[in-house]
């Protein structure tokens, strides 16, 4: 590893379902700790995935150096499901956030985003460089 690769988590939201700022923001915290909470408990019915020991790198690094988040916009639930399909292929990191209905979509749980990584910033290329960040 050079001093220059970076690493990151991508949190990709979708736009289609007009969720106030404090939804987002809540949404995209639940994305953002679920690396972290379900990474800790490989028990857990809501653990997804165990990272390949070649991933370790990047899960270090971005646990100690860099923990950074970027958030990115789709804009349906189709596109969404596009996006976590092609991390799985990548053999990515990857949870999907699913609300359970009580406050904004009347009792319906929704899928609102989905969190990839963390992993170094080359492997979103070709994944999420093209989503808008707003």
């Not at 590893?1 to 949190?11: A, C, E, H, Y």
């Amino acid at each position: 590893m050079t001093n220059q690769q970076s690493t990151k988590q991508v949190i990709v939201m979708r736009r289609d379902l007009g969720m106030s700022k404090g939804k987002i923001g809540a949404q995209a915290a639940h994305a953002a700790m679920s690396f972290i909470t379900r990474k800790l408990d490989p028990c857990s019915p809501l653990f997804t995935y165990r990272p390949e020991p070649m991933k370790l790198p990047a899960i270090t690094h971005w646990l100690n150096e860099s923990f950074k988040k970027v958030v990115l916009w789709v804009e349906s639930a189709d596109e969404l499901h596009e996006v976590y399909l092609a991390a799985m292929r990548r053999n990515m990191i990857v949870h999907r956030i699913t609300d359970n209905g009580d406050s904004e979509f009347k009792g319906v749980p929704t899928t609102t985003c989905i969190a990839i990584g963390p992993d170094w910033d080359e492997a979103f290329v070709g994944l999420t460089d093209h989503l808008p960040s707003r």
